[in-house]
């Protein structure tokens, strides 16, 4: 369904993947490949210690099922529920020798070890005058959608990246989680990468060899020349969804998926822009200081000239994700309301 | 006869009620009433009513993402919290907050709290404000076996006894930290041999026997509220259902749960104690049981016709600014 029209194609055996099944295979083959990678963190095996099966869970979303049988407990390490000592760490071990990928579960427990990543991590290479590397992955769930209440359900991106010294990558679909991994893995800096939690079933064609997609370059799901829509993780989906019904209305829709909101490919946004003219950004974090109005600036800054109408946001409200179903579903930015930003800034 | 028997009876009406209101939520939630995942705390509730039954609602506690029980030890009505789980706008919290945020502030319950380690620091902050303002009230914080090993906790644990605050840390060790047994976590020995290493009193308890609990709680709320500072309890018990509803459970042995419902059961340890004491009759508990199916199953009724918070006027409420 998703034309990755900038993206070498893979030749070779394929097929289709779950986004788990997908970001499984790149950790799998890149442990196969090099034996300093390792994985850590609460339940990535499961059942530690337990009378009962081991690897029981794989991750609670079932991402790193299968690697503890292969690859031992000495590579897929269940740690105690200590994320500050979890992310400390595989940083630490990140600039000692291994290429540690720590799971953080769900991204709302940055809380709990925000000091390891941004105040420790982060800032090494700079800091320390360009002679420390710290090829540390990060990967963690994010967003809402899965009735898990305000603790469960954060879309922290724009934190981690307006954190200079972090890479920040969120994939769209199981294409691009994979190669997004492979990339990630193999990069010398600390990669933050955060999965969507209701993104995990999403399927597409998948191609069984190991490719890296490399980082700053978005991907074009959509091409069209009216309105640019720039959107990232779950919300690319809503955002394909609502250019096709603008399609059929006569207006034709550009969706961008940065695919890493750092490096941000802004480039080719204002390419996009420069065509159209009209941009709505589309995001489920929270509306300040956030992505939305982060790349808003850039195109109002670099792109003014270009635009022949407002630019708009479609943001999360200013609160906490809330817990009941109905309250849940008007929070998240819904295709209903990308496509009125879109009306609103398009002639008449 | 050492307890008053209005004590006794509160004290199996309350923990009777945990077990069924647990039960029912699984039934609830296997049947697409509840929203999102809850983690239930069947199997746990002599630990709940021990440490709240002689506490005020000036008395504050802290709880776990497994709070449920703790609410209702704590004199949360069940209809309410019935309509929280449910996602309700008449909920404790209005449908905002769910099974694992449900608080209730009123009733001097800080909250459910779905970050582990997330509480003890705040219980501390309450323990703080009830010796500084000398109130003589205390403060409770019900921590799973592995919040201990959040730096979180153990900041709370040593700063607690440096302001010598009456703060009780409850760990409720159900042998699981979510799918990995809990003294794989726990890199010593004993948690409570941890726990006295912070320079407070620390004991281990069978959290399975209501009277040895509730007797070592007592000694920890009155030092507590004669400004004896800290103490850790660790109260050994067993977990029912899963990490949370639907949880497969492959980690635990064969027959466990089915073992420990057998002879593990709080709520049977207590029955049999009580009635071989000649303390309560099994007649006089079991109407205390046909009273609670009655009062679930109203709660459940309710909750199931209550109306659903509208997006219009409940999602932007409750916030500090507006944008």
């Known amino acids: 369904m998703t034309n990755f029209s900038n993206d070498p194609k893979i030749a070779g055996k394929s097929s289709l993947k779950t986004i788990r099944e997908a970001i499984n295979d790149a950790l799998r083959a890149e442990m196969r490949r090099d034996p300093t990678v390792i994985v850590l963190g609460e339940e990535v095996s499961g059942g530690a210690g337990c009378p009962g099966e081991d690897d029981a869970y794989g991750g609670v979303f079932g991402v790193t099922k299968g690697l503890m049988p292969e690859f031992g407990r000495e590579r897929v390490i269940d740690t105690p529920i200590s994320e500050a000592a979890i992310i400390g760490a595989a ?87 994979k190669g997004l991994m492979v990339q990630a893995i193999r990069d010398d800096d600390p990669i933050i990468f955060l999965e969507h939690k209701t993104m995990y079933d999403n399927t597409c064609e998948v191609p069984d060899e190991q490719y890296a997609i490399p980082f700053g370059e978005a991907a074009f799901p959509r091409q069209g020349t009216d309105v640019t829509i720039v959107a990232i993780s779950n919300m690319v989906t809503r955002a394909i969804e609502a250019a096709d019904i603008l399609a059929k209305e006569g207006i034709s829709c550009e969706v961008i998926d940065p695919r890493t909101v750092s490096p941000l490919d802004d480039e080719a946004i204002l390419e996009s822009v420069e065509v159209t003219g009209r941009l709505v950004v589309v995001d489920e974090g929270n509306p300040r200081c956030g992505l939305a109005s982060d790349i808003a600036g850039i195109v109002a800054e670099k792109g003014f000239h270009s635009l022949k109408a407002p630019i708009r946001t479609v943001t999360a409200p200013h609160t906490p994700v809330p817990f009941a179903p109905e309250l849940e579903d008007a929070y998240i930015p819904s295709v209903e309301k990308i496509l009125a930003a879109v009306r609103s800034i398009i002639g008449g | 006869m050492p307890y008053q028997k209005d004590f006794l009876l509160k004290a199996y009406r309350s923990m009777k009620t945990i077990r069924e209101f647990e039960e029912r939520c699984v039934k609830e939630f296997e049947g697409g009433n509840i929203p999102g995942f809850v983690h239930v705390s069947n199997g746990q509730e002599a630990i709940a009513v021990a440490a709240c039954i002689d506490l005020s609602d000036k008395d504050i506690i802290g709880s776990t993402h497994r709070g449920h029980g703790h609410c209702i030890a704590k004199g949360c009505d069940i209809g309410s919290m019935m309509k929280e789980i449910m996602g309700r706008v008449t909920g404790l919290c209005k449908g905002k907050g769910g099974s694992m945020h449900i608080a209730d502030i009123d009733k001097g319950m800080l909250g459910a709290n779905a970050i582990v380690g997330g509480g003890p620091p705040l219980v501390n902050g309450a323990a703080l404000a009830a010796k500084t303002l000398g109130t003589k009230n205390i403060a409770l914080s019900f921590n799973g076996d592995g919040s201990a090993n959040q730096g979180t906790v153990m900041e709370a644990m040593n700063m607690a006894v440096v302001l010598q605050l009456p703060h009780i840390f409850l760990y409720e060790n159900n042998g699981y930290a979510e799918g990995t047994a809990a003294n794989y976590g726990l890199g010593c020995e004993s948690l409570t041999d941890r726990n006295a290493g912070f320079g407070m009193p620390a004991e281990c308890i069978d959290g399975l026997d209501f009277f040895a609990t509730y007797e070592a709680l007592k000694v920890a709320t009155q030092r507590a509220r004669d400004g004896g500072g800290p103490t850790a309890i660790e109260a050994m018990c067993v977990r029912f259902d899963g990490h949370f509803i639907g949880d497969p459970q492959l980690y635990r042995g064969t027959d466990e749960i089915k073992d420990a419902r057998k002879t593990q059961d709080c709520l049977k340890i207590f029955r049999k104690r009580v009635v071989a004491e000649g303390w309560l009759t099994a007649a006089t508990m079991n109407a205390i049981d046909k009273e609670i199916m009655v009062e679930i199953e109203k709660a459940v009724a309710d909750a199931l016709t209550a109306p659903h918070p509208d997006p219009a006027t409940d999602l932007m409420s409750d916030v500090y600014c507006s944008y």
């Open chain 1, 91 to 177: 940083a630490g071990a990140a600039n000692n020798g291994l290429r540690p990928v720590a799971e953080l579960m769900f991204f709302d427990f940055i809380g709990v070890s925000f000091d390891q990543i941004f105040n420790q991590t982060a800032k090494f290479r700079y800091m320390f005058g360009g002679k420390s590397k710290t090829p540390l992955v990060i990967r963690a769930t994010v967003g809402g959608g899965w009735r898990a209440g305000a603790q469960h359900s954060s879309m922290l991106h724009s934190i981690v990246t307006h954190i200079a010294g972090l890479k920040v990558v969120m994939p769209s679909n199981a294409y691009d989680a």
